[in-house]
């Protein structure tokens, strides 16, 4: 399924096991569990790439799914009892939902803030 694109509204689809979402300046593919519903995405990998063919990754995280894995770290041990939530490459975001996450990183890529929190996978062709 894809949507038209307008002024609020990206275009969206699915390209194999990726959902992407697509921008005048940028497209994100996300890679969901294919039992989640998009809406509830809380964790997902994500895939950038920029008019100058870069591409740029990240794991998104709700704060809530923060919280969730570190009560259950709590019970079984892990990351110190739950003492502690770490990744290199993570962008924790409020929200739910593959389309509020990419609306997220349209205004890290507005700000020019996407090459600072992501994490280059190639550089770009020349």
Known sequence: MTSPPDDNTPE???AGPY???R???FDVRFRPHPNEKLADVSNVDAVVRLPDGSRW???IVTSAEVER???HWTDTGEATGGRYFWSSDALIVQDPGVVP???VI???VDTGELRQIFKQ???PDQ
Request: proline share 4%.
């Open 23 to 25: 921008f005048d300046a």
């Open 106 to 108: 349209a205004g890290l």
């Open 19 to 21: 959902f992407y979402v």
């Open 12 to 14: 969206t689809g699915w």
């Open 101 to 103: 996450m990419a609306k």
């Open 57 to 59: 990754s990240a794991t």
């Open 69 to 71: 894995l570190m009560d």
């Open 121 to 123: 996978l190639d550089p």
